[in-house]
């Protein structure tokens, strides 16, 4: 497994969950990692990308202030802070790297190559 998420779990609404994210590609070029979910029935959706150049990041509307995105400046590891959580953060969350991505391109599934196995969140009322 190239990129290798972990963290997710069951907790209660209002609870925080911090997940991990590994590129564990040897020759891995990404200059972009991002979070997507998918709930049971929903298309995919994009969460938060973290960009190495600039250190720019995206958040979807639905998280901002909630949610943070980091990198290991050391690996090519990137975490999400999951603070007050939701019902409606219940999916399954997707780690995705990429390369050569431009910032208006960082919200969009198409642009990252490599993807990870889900680690599933599952958030309680």
């Known amino acids: 497994v190239q990129l290798q998420a972990s963290g997710g779990g069951l907790v209660q609404a209002g609870d925080s969950l911090r997940l991990s994210c590994t590129d564990s590609?040897?020759?891995?070029?990404?200059?972009?990692m991002a979070w997507f979910r998918q709930a049971s029935g929903k298309e995919r959706e994009f969460v938060a990308a973290f960009r190495w150049s600039d250190r720019s990041t995206n958040y979807a509307n639905s998280v901002k202030g909630r949610f943070s995105i980091s990198r290991d400046n050391g690996k090519n590891a990137v975490y999400l802070q999951m603070n007050n959580l939701k019902p409606e953060d219940t999916a399954v969350y997707y780690c995705a790297s990429g390369s050569n991505l431009i910032y208006s391109s960082l919200s969009s599934a198409r642009a990252y190559a490599y993807w990870g196995r889900g680690t599933l969140v599952t958030v309680s009322s």
């Open positions: 590609r040897p020759t891995s070029r990404a200059n972009a």
